[in-house]
């Protein structure tokens, strides 16, 4: 991609990037298994959340239904015999508890680009299964995502998505393959972003995105208008008064900006992207945006980032 595109530009490249990369048979295996209640303080329904640099950091989450006293994740680098420990960071009931039910938050920081790391999750002594993910590379080499959104009806449909995504993930690790790095999710996760209910039937379902070999499928959220409520914040592990809106970098040739197009598209949300396009049109060669109400929709009527993002 040329340096200097409009934002227009940058979003049918970026559609027609993640379409490309999301027209694959479908697939059905997987390590995890949806429906697995959450018991006692049995660590359930995780996540590996990228919203900051994932070639050194990520937050790794996940839920109990009692709060527990004692919550943490064993990390190890593949080929090390050396093991740390990240204790949890932030510990908390969900805003409402219809079911019962509490996140647990670790950010996993000082970690090494394009590095294989392996982590289990515990809580009170119970503990999850190992799981391992990939860091993002520090390098200039080609890389995949994947792209969808709306996953907020049909769960039969959201399930065989899920298993698909995690064949595709475990397909792109063969050498003559592009890795896939993370999974681009472009908001509308529920029907109904305030009832706590259809969230952790989403997290269940998540769990199928877990490769066959136990690897984790980095997510990037971006909220959607059925994504309301202070629940978003809790599930993805953004600060509780967080708007949403971020970039990062997927290699040193590649950034995602997300944006939020559920608050104010003008004020500080334009001033950031404007910022951020400014540094980063010289620095890129591919700049991706993701964000739920299209610019250029189908057949409804334009959103206001029409107006207020795509002349920048």
């Known amino acids: ?55 050194t950091t990520a937050t790794l989450c996940w839920n109990t239904t009692n709060a527990g006293s004692e919550h943490r994740v064993f990390i190890r680098q593949a080929g090390s015999t050396d093991q740390r420990t990240v204790v949890a960071q932030r510990n908390a009931p969900y805003t409402t508890q219809d079911p019962k039910l509490f996140f647990h938050h670790a950010q996993l920081k000082d970690l090494l680009p394009s590095t294989k790391y392996h982590v289990i999750m515990e809580s009170d002594g119970q503990a999850s299964p190992e799981f391992y993910f990939l860091t993002a590379p520090a390098e200039d080499v080609p890389v995949a995502i994947l792209f969808g959104a709306d996953s907020r009806s049909g769960q039969e449909a959201r399930r065989k998505m899920n298993r698909m995504l995690a064949r595709l993930l475990r397909e792109s690790q063969q050498p003559e393959r592009v890795p896939i790095l993370a ?20 997290m269940e379902d998540h769990e199928l995105t877990v490769s066959d070999d136990g690897q984790l499928l980095p997510i990037i959220p971006s909220r959607g208008n059925h994504d309301g409520g202070k629940i978003f914040n809790e599930v993805f592990a953004f600060p509780p008064e967080d708007k949403n809106f971020y970039g990062i970098n997927l290699s040193p040739q590649v950034r995602l900006l997300t944006l939020n197009t559920e608050t104010s598209l003008a004020g500080d949300q334009r001033n950031w992207l404007d910022t951020d396009l400014a540094k980063s049109r010289t620095k890129y060669r591919w700049l991706l945006a993701q964000y739920h109400r299209p610019a250029f929709p189908a057949v409804k009527v334009p959103w206001l980032n029409l107006i207020h993002w795509v002349p920048l």
């Open 1 to 55: 991609m040329k340096r200097g595109r409009s934002l227009r530009e940058l979003f049918f490249a970026t559609t027609i990037l993640f379409t490309s990369i999301l027209l694959a048979p479908l697939g059905i295996g997987q390590i995890a298994q949806a429906d697995t209640q959450v018991s006692d303080t049995n660590p359930k329904q995780w996540r590996l959340v990228w919203n900051s640099n994932p070639a």
């Open 183 to 202: 999974l681009a999710h472009g908001g509308d996760f529920v029907y109904d972003g305030r009832k706590l209910k259809l969230w952790s039937q989403w």
